[in-house]
Nanobody, 117 residues
């Protein structure tokens, strides 16, 4: 069964950090590009970071540049999004995705990140 499962979402104060994980099963995560997206109510889902098939970071949104880092572990078949210096505007549901070029092939179910004092 092909599946992507995110974890690590939580409620943190502004300035805090979280590490989101994305576990792949039923397929090899490194056989695809990987993206992290987020969505808030009433808004479209937006990409925050992307890593190519070859492991290069190909996109970091301006709003998170210098604070978020995308990575993956080929041995564990997992991806990650390290988020530092979180701001209230980072509050969203975060999704990982496996992609072929710009097309999402697999979505995870999402994990809630809330940044609030």
């Amino acid at each position: 069964q092909v599946q992507l499962v995110e974890s690590g979402g939580d409620t943190v104060q502004p300035g805090g950090s979280l590490r989101l994980s994305c576990a792949a099963s039923g397929f090899n995560l490194t056989g695809y590009a990987m993206g992290w997206y987020r969505q808030t109510p009433g808004k479209e889902r937006e990409m925050v970071a992307q890593m190519s098939l070859f492991g290069d970071v190909t996109y970091i949104a301006d709003s998170v540049k210098g604070r978020f880092t995308i990575s993956r572990d080929k041995y564990k078949n997992t991806g990650a999004l390290q988020m530092n210096d979180l701001k209230t505007e980072d509050t969203a549901i975060y999704y990982c995705a496996s992609m072929v070029r710009a097309a999402v092939v697999y979505w995870g179910q999402g994990t809630q990140v809330t940044v609030s004092s």
